[in-house]
């Protein structure tokens, strides 16, 4: 066994993106240490009666490829299934649809941007024809008059966004969409704007009464309605009903308050409408954030200078990983596997024939459900489900109930815990890349230090695996030539990379997608026309579901993030500085919810359903709802918020309700 010493010099030094001015949050600035981090896994591994022992690259490629090759014998290519993620560069996530593709033949592969980006993607592929974050660079919002942020808790999540929100706070024009007084509800005080705190999960009435009071009192823009978009006929009839008194009492907000958003964001040039998880991690995520982007159009927003729409996105390559074939119904290029052209097309750069690509797979949460079942074999490339899916206690069932569970991470996550296999990779500072940004920005990573031990790139393992696997095409370890790949797969599609490179990104210069061969990228989209084949944005009329027949407990469950971790906390939890800081799971009640049980601050709780039992220190505060608790998801065990979260998904995006979940909340007694 070889051991390069890891890090040595390595520092996080602050990038100048327009995104983050130079600036790093909490979690960047501690991020070097976990690339020296003694529980790096530096081996591949193998899991043995009581744990895993150390084993040679060879053996354990060898024997993966012999077991998936007798597992497709035995019950099909579709018994073996893939599960990505966002944080992955766009190289890798190319190459992963590909190879789950071509050298294994499956169609079940799906990606951890499910659980993050995909209602958003699909109401904006619905309305625009396209689905970039923000189809705008991300300075624009400096100029904004007014900025309405539905379920975005960007001080926490997104600092280095903070400072292209101080033109709208300064003019009084922050408007933030919150059940919680979070750390960004809190920027509205003093005058800075508005806190409108809904019950969990009721936005879209308070959007479909905005749109109603726009429409009711002669605030829409017309003429831009009437040349570029279609639809406002059923829109009217859709939110006529949902006049401000009958909106505030279906959601909590107070139809005067109501009346003051829609006229601010009626009344300024310069108005933004923007989403986060917040509003889109529900049964009826689309719809909602649908009814955001029609609220937009209303007001004639996208594609105005100054103004617009946009959801933020997730994680480290939440836009790039949407968009180059981890989702089961994608090819490269944001193409449909379902389409004959793109099948060609991509075919032809793959070298193979049309007809071997497989059809379309299963969303993540199907998939999950599959395991133990139809899916007999998983490799998991940057997703920790066991903490971080919905109903965490039977995915984490059904892991165990694989036949083959192999896991790519530079850490023994809590799901690598379950694995067959876990095969050490690199972090982001140790190989060569491309990332894109919210704002469509492609971004070149570099290798600025080698990796411990026998880490080696995910380049690699696929290529080793697809050559034992006698995969047709070809399998670069090189990340530039596989952007050029990826380039070419991508040629003519709407996420089209065409005219980039690795050479050409090392320039610097801002390659804003689609960026064709022989383009200068595009910054701004929607200033002429929209993606559709007319040309005119869609307006979906949608409407509020009655979910009067819930079941559960009394209070409702609300789930997110804290600035100190980072999803899973399969890397935060190993940051002595994050943990001394938030060491455990800590449950938001407010005062009155908590006396009522006799609850003090730091008493133990257990929040539970008919799915499991959380526990959870208290935390009192008036910024929360009398109905409503919050968990962050970060914590293992039985900190695990979604040992508790409704696997139920929205039947367009498939994305699970994180957000709202019915649960009981009562004291634990804690023997002294
Ligand atoms: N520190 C930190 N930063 C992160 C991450 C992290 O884990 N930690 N993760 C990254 C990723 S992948 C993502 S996707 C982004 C997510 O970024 P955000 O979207 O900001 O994240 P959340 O904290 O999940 O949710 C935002 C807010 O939604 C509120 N909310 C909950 N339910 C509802 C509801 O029904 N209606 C409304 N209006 N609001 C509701 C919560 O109270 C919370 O304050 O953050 C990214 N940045
Ligand atoms: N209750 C609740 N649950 C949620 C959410 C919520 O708001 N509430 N949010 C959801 C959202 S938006 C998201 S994005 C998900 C995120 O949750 P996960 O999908 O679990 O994401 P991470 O915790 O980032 O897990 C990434 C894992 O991959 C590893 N990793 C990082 N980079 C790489 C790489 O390049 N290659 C490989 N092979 N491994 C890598 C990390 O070490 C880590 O173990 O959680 C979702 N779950
Ligand atoms: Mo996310």
């Given at each position: 066994m070889t051991v390069t010493p890891a890090g040595a010099g390595a520092a996080v030094a602050p990038r100048e993106f327009p995104t983050n001015r130079g600036g790093?949050?909490?979690?960047?600035?501690?991020?070097?240490?976990?690339?020296?981090?003694?529980?790096?896994?530096?081996?591949?591994?193998?899991?043995?009666?009581?744990?895993?022992?150390?084993?040679?690259?060879?053996?354990?490629?060898?024997?993966?490829?012999?077991?998936?090759?007798?597992?497709?014998?035995?019950?099909?290519?579709?018994?073996?299934?893939?599960?990505?993620?966002?944080g992955l560069t766009n190289e890798k996530a190319y190459q992963l649809g590909k190879f789950a593709r071509i050298a294994l033949g499956t169609s079940r592969i799906d990606y951890n941007g499910r659980f993050c980006m995909s209602s958003a993607a699909a109401a904006g592929n619905r309305a625009f024809g396209v689905d970039r974050g923000l189809?705008?660079?991300?300075?624009?919002?400096?100029?904004?008059?007014?900025?309405?942020?539905?379920?975005?808790?960007?001080?926490?999540?997104?600092?280095?966004?903070?400072?292209?929100?101080?033109?709208?706070?300064?003019?009084?024009?922050?408007?933030?969409?919150?059940?919680?007084?979070?750390e960004t509800a809190r920027l509205t005080e003093d005058g800075a704007g508005i806190h409108m705190q809904p019950a969990p999960g009721t936005d879209l009435i308070v959007l479909l009464g905005l749109t109603h009071i726009v429409l009711a009192e002669g605030l829409a823009d017309l003429d831009y309605l009437e040349r570029r978009t279609t639809g406002l006929d059923e829109l009217r009839r859709s939110v006529a009903s949902w006049w401000p008194e009958r909106v505030q009492s279906a959601t909590g907000v107070p139809a005067a308050q109501l009346r003051e958003v829609a006229r601010r964001l009626a009344g300024a040039p310069h108005t933004f409408i923007i989403t986060g998880r917040g509003v889109e991690q529900h049964v009826d995520g689309t719809d909602t954030a649908t009814a955001a982007i029609n609220l937009s159009l209303v007001l004639g927003l996208p594609g105005r200078p100054g103004a617009g729409y946009g959801t933020l996105t997730g994680q480290g390559n939440g836009q790039g990983g949407r968009e180059h074939g981890q989702k089961c119904d994608q090819l490269p290029g944001y193409r449909k596997i379902s389409d004959p052209e793109a099948r060609a097309h991509v075919a032809a750069v793959w070298g193979v024939d049309p007809a071997v690509l497989p059809g379309p797979g299963v969303p993540a949460m199907e998939l999950l459900g599959m395991l133990g079942a139809e899916v007999s074999a998983l490799l998991v490339h940057g997703s920790n489900v066991v903490v971080s899916a919905p109903d965490a206690g039977e995915v984490t069932r059904r892991l165990g109930a694989l036949d083959l569970l192999v896991v790519c991470d530079f850490f023994v996550s809590e799901t690598a815990r379950l694995a067959h296999y876990v095969l050490p990779v690199t972090q982001w500072a140790e190989e060569e890349g491309t990332m894109t940004s919210l704002e469509g920005r492609v971004i070149r990573r570099r290798r600025a230090i080698d990796a411990p031990g026998e880490a080696r790139s995910e380049l690699w393992i696929m290529q080793e695996l697809a050559r034992r696997l006698d995969a047709p095409g070809v399998w670069s370890t090189d990340a530039a030539e596989v952007f050029d790949e990826l380039a070419r797969a991508s040629a003519g599609g709407i996420a089209d990379y065409s005219g980039l490179s690795h050479a050409l990104l090392d320039t610097g210069i801002a390659a804003h997608w689609p960026f064709a061969s022989g383009s200068t990228g595009t910054p701004h989209l929607f200033r002429d026309d929209f993606a559709h084949p007319d040309g005119r944005a869609r307006i979906v009329a949608v409407t509020a579901r009655s979910r009067e027949a819930e079941q559960g407990g009394a209070t409702t469950l609300i789930t997110g993030r804290l600035l100190e971790h980072y999803q899973s906390g399969a890397q935060t939890r190993r940051v002595a500085e994050l943990m001394t800081a938030r060491p455990e799971a800590t449950v938001q009640l407010h005062p009155a919810t908590a006396s009522g049980l006799g609850i003090v601050k730091d008493d133990l709780v257990q929040i539970a359903n008919e799915r499991g039992a959380v526990r959870a220190r208290a935390e009192v505060t008036s910024g929360i709802r009398h109905d409503t608790v919050f968990l962050p998801f970060h914590f293992p065990g039985d900190g695990r918020a979604n040992l508790l979260t409704d696997p139920s998904v929205d039947p367009v995006s498939a994305m699970p309700e994180f957000k709202r979940t019915r649960v009981t909340v009562s004291k634990i007694e804690e023997v002294a």
């Open positions: 790093l949050c909490k979690k960047g600035w501690t991020s070097a240490e976990l690339l020296r981090h003694g529980d790096r896994v530096t081996v591949p591994l193998r899991r043995t009666d009581g744990g895993f022992e150390q084993v040679s690259w060879e053996d354990a490629l060898d024997d993966i490829a012999a077991r998936l090759r007798e597992l497709r014998a035995e019950r099909g290519a579709d018994s073996v299934g893939v599960f990505g993620g966002g189809p705008f660079p991300v300075t624009d919002l400096d100029d904004a008059d007014t900025i309405l942020l539905l379920g975005s808790n960007v001080a926490a999540t997104m600092p280095p966004l903070l400072s292209h929100l101080a033109g709208a706070r300064a003019g009084g024009g922050l408007i933030v969409v919150d059940p919680r007084r979070s």
